[in-house]
């Protein structure tokens, strides 16, 4: 390899060639990528999230919730995902559309979140502030993102039902509830077209037959 | 018997190697001070792992922040730390001159090194980003991208004003690293931080990088090292050298696609993880033809040098086969989201990576410094540390991908039931991270206990006993 100038060339091409057939590539086809209007209900999903999850959905990254938890369903033929109640259809690219931060995760130490808000845990807000309040086999407790306040007249009613101090109580802070926002928002369960899952093969021959 | 690293053959150690004395040893310094750092981290990770309140109540030290600010200590710390001090070396040498401008490595180490600090607090106090790899926060991204420059410029002047026309493998995978990592590092940062793409193109920018960072960068460092240590210890040339270069271009141009296996089964397009699958496949090539090249380091001969750089080898092509095969879609359903990525990414970087670099440290440091490492033992006892701290790790964190990964594809197992599956497993992986810690503490000890000795007396050479075999 004498030559320097063929040997530059040849390090531009290695990088220049790999960037433009993933990202370049991908971004040709799923860059346009719009929400999906249904004139049945009259919106476009994914809706967009409310502030407080946008806000929410920063505390989630800062934390890295991301490191235990996925938020990627796969096809109900490529692993349990769907008989885990995970969700019944795959994720899409046209779920993460209007995500700032889209956290897919790669490792499932915690269950994946994609369809979350709409387990039973998250659809009530005050279960699942309790939640983060609470140490949950393998989670830990987020005690940081509470305060211990004084109890001055009346007690609030965002106030926890855990143990505290006489004459104090345990309430979430803003970051707390703008997480828990986040978490009621992931729900990836409106099937757009090219989300409706796949049937295995086998199926498909039997119906014909 | 083995024969340990002595004070380097007088006639063999020129201005080449002492003018960067200093220089390199700041590169390197940090990059021990990085890796027991990221070990302590990498420790305590683990820990929280099977026992979750382990320091849950600490915001800076949650999971999920300490594995980040563990990445990064190990990949912008200890990895490019030391793989630039290897590189500059072996492009002086190789080049046959010494290193000029070596102000700006010492004034861009201290600059990089700064930024990472500056950096990981960030990570602890919440400014984390999501991306692998590239966790660090967007403040510190463009002083890292110019420290590095500034680290690699004696590199890129060695490589224009070489003495001899002819290049040596080493000097490619050396000079492709230092050129390409600010490149892809410069693309990542706009279009994963200050301008991002939309959607799920974010994961397949992070997921090009992450590969890229391997790839184009940590493994032609490590490489590099290995290309120059086996056929200078051994004495003997490389065989089947003319396949080098072909090996080398497999890894430019196909290394970074195969980027897209972490994504099989994800809600990108099919088509970038079938390359991916194809890519991890085509280069086994280069995998096989390091293995035939670099061969002559399995007969080690007594080199302490040679047994580190045969074992970094052996998880280098090993790592290689592993990715092919988890690659495929059926071995990937189940390792996938699992500690068998993990244990993956450990044989890369303890394993592989840092292996190369411990040999080219215990063959550098006395060549530059003039003094012989004090003591022998205690490079034996990295040895066996380091070997029996990475097998276990990896071995462990892949059995407990596998428990996991039956488990997790079992909907009749309950998720909560898991974690107790794979405990026993982590609490091993624990164990071997902690003798890898140890290990560790032991050539940061060594590192400091010459460079301290150094100061005490001044260099004398000592012509005897030589080193290594070594032909020039």
Redesign the interface.
């Known amino acids: 390899?004498?030559n320097?100038f063929t040997?530059?060339l040849?390090?531009f091409?290695?990088?220049a060639?790999?960037?433009t057939?993933?990202?370049m590539?991908?971004?040709v086809?799923?860059?346009h990528?719009a929400p999906y209007f249904d004139e049945n209900e009259g919106k476009a999903f994914p809706e967009r999230m409310p502030g407080i999850a946008a806000q929410g959905q920063l505390v989630y990254?800062?934390?890295?919730?991301?490191?235990?938890h996925?938020q990627?369903v796969?096809?109900p033929d490529?692993?349990?995902d769907k008989?885990?109640g995970w969700g019944d259809r795959?994720?899409?690219?046209?779920?993460?559309?209007?995500?700032?931060?889209?956290?897919?995760?790669?490792?499932?130490?915690g269950?994946d979140l994609a369809t979350f808000g709409a387990r039973p845990l998250a659809v009530d807000a005050t279960r699942l502030t309790q939640y983060l309040y609470e140490?949950h086999?393998?989670?830990?407790?987020?005690?940081?993102l509470f305060e211990e306040r004084k109890i001055t007249g009346e007690r609030s009613a965002d106030a926890l039902k855990a143990a505290a101090p006489a004459g104090y109580e345990i309430i979430p802070t803003h970051r707390a509830v703008s997480l828990v926002a986040y978490l009621q928002s992931l729900n990836n369960v409106y099937e757009y077209p090219e989300a409706r899952p796949v049937e295995p093969a086998a199926t498909k021959e039997g119906e014909s037959k | 018997m083995t024969t340990a690293p002595q004070a380097a053959d007088a006639a063999e150690v020129t201005e080449i190697d002492t003018s960067a004395r200093w220089p390199l040893l700041l590169l390197l310094g940090s990059a021990l001070l990085w890796l027991v750092l990221s070990g302590i981290l990498a420790l305590a990770n683990l820990v929280?792992?099977h026992t979750?309140?382990f320091m849950?109540?600490?915001?800076a030290l949650?999971?999920?922040?300490?594995?980040?600010i563990q990445e990064t200590a190990f990949i912008y710390g200890w990895a490019a730390n030391s793989g630039l001090a290897v590189a500059l070396w072996l492009l002086a040498r190789l080049g046959g001159a010494p290193l000029r401008s070596l102000n700006w490595v010492v004034a861009g180490t201290l600059f990089w090194n700064f930024a990472l600090i500056l950096g990981i607090a960030g990570i602890a106090t919440?400014?984390?980003?999501?991306n692998?790899w590239l966790h660090l926060p967007a403040y510190v991204l463009p002083m890292l991208l110019v420290a590095y420059g500034t680290i690699a410029v004696p590199g890129v002047l060695a490589w224009?004003g070489r003495r001899k026309?002819?290049?040596f493998a080493a000097q490619?995978y050396a000079?492709?690293a230092l050129?390409?990592f600010p490149?892809?590092f410069s693309?990542a940062q706009m279009?994963l931080v200050f301008a991002?793409?939309?959607?799920?193109?974010?994961?397949?920018?992070a997921?090009?990088f992450v590969q890229?960072a391997w790839t184009?960068w940590l493994a032609p460092l490590a490489l590099a090292a290995a290309y120059y240590l086996v056929p200078k210890i051994t004495g003997r040339i490389i065989p089947s050298y003319d396949f080098a270069?072909l090996s080398f271009?497999t890894l430019?141009?196909v290394g970074?696609?195969t980027?897209?296996r972490?994504?099989i089964?994800?809600?990108?397009?099919a088509?970038?993880a079938t390359?991916a699958v194809v890519s991890c496949a085509l280069l086994l090539f280069h995998y096989i033809v390091v293995a035939v090249n670099l061969r002559g380091a399995f007969c080690s001969g007594g080199s302490t040098v040679l047994k580190f750089v045969a074992f970094g080898l052996a998880a280098y092509v090993a790592g290689g086969f592993l990715d092919a095969y988890t690659a495929m879609?059926g071995v990937a359903?189940h390792t996938?989201?699992?500690?068998f990525?993990?244990g993956q990414a450990q044989l890369a970087l303890n394993g592989a990576f840092s292996m190369l670099m411990y040999g080219a440290i215990y063959f550098l440091v006395p060549r530059i410094t003039g003094l012989a490492w004090p003591s022998v033992p205690l490079i034996r006892a990295h040895y066996a540390a380091a070997l029996t701290g990475t097998i276990v790790l990896v071995v462990t964190l892949i059995g407990a991908g596998c428990v996991?990964g039956h488990d997790?594809?079992?909907?009749a197992i309950p998720?909560?039931d898991i974690?107790g599956h794979v405990r026993p497993w982590l609490l091993a992986a624990t164990a071997g991270q902690a003798i890898l810690l140890l290990g560790n503490l032991l050539l940061a000890t060594h590192l400091f206990w010459l460079a301290a000795a150094k100061s005490v007396a001044p260099a004398v050479f000592n012509p005897a006993p030589t080193m290594e075999a070594s032909v020039s």
């Open positions: 390899m004498k320097g040997f530059f040849g390090l091409l290695a990088v060639l790999a960037w057939g993933i990202v590539g991908s971004h086809q799923l860059g990528l990254q800062d934390l890295g919730c991301a490191a235990c996925t990627q796969r096809r490529f692993g349990s008989a885990r795959q994720s899409v690219a046209r779920d993460y559309v209007s995500q700032a931060h889209v956290q897919l995760g790669e490792s499932r130490v269950p140490p086999g393998g989670m830990p407790a987020y005690r940081f | 929280q792992l979750p309140e849950a109540g600490c915001s949650t999971y999920g922040r300490l594995s980040a919440g400014d984390m980003t999501s692998a224009t026309e002819m290049t490619w000079v492709a050129f390409l490149w892809l693309i279009m991002p793409e939309r959607g799920v193109l974010q994961a397949l920018v997921g090009w890229g184009l270069q271009w430019l141009f970074a696609w980027g897209g972490h994504l089964g994800g809600p990108v397009p088509w970038v390359i879609r359903v996938q989201f699992t500690h990525s993990e996991q997790l594809n079992t909907a998720f909560a974690a």
